[in-house]
C-alpha cells in the first residue's frame, strides 16, 4: 500500500502529499483530497464459507481453460 500510495502522490501531487515519514518503522502519512480515497474491510471467511468457495472454484475451473471461439461472418 505505500508504494502505491506514494507512485500515487508523485503523479498526482495536487491531490494528494506526502506529509511525514519515520525510517525507523518505515511509517508514511499521506494527505488526500476528500473523496479521492476509500477502503472496505470485510470479515474473515468462516471455515465453511471457504470450505465452500474452493469447491466451487475447482468445479468451475474448466472454464478458465477453453479458448475463447469467435463467430466469423
Known amino acids: ?6 507512485a500515487y502522490s ?3 501531487p495536487t491531490i494528494c502529499q506526502q506529509t511525514d515519514t519515520d525510517p525507523e518503522t518505515g ?3 499521506f494527505e488526500i483530497r476528500k473523496g479521492r480515497f476509500s477502503f472496505r474491510l470485510t470479515a474473515p471467511y468462516s471455515e465453511e464459507r471457504r470450505r465452500a468457495a474452493s469447491e466451487a472454484a475447482k468445479k468451475h475451473s474448466g472454464n478458465l481453460t477453453h479458448p475463447i471461439q469467435k463467430d466469423v461472418l
Do not use: G, N
Open 1 to 6: 500500500m505505500k508504494k502505491r500510495l506514494l
Open 10 to 12: 508523485r503523479r498526482y
Open 27 to 29: 511509517c508514511m502519512e
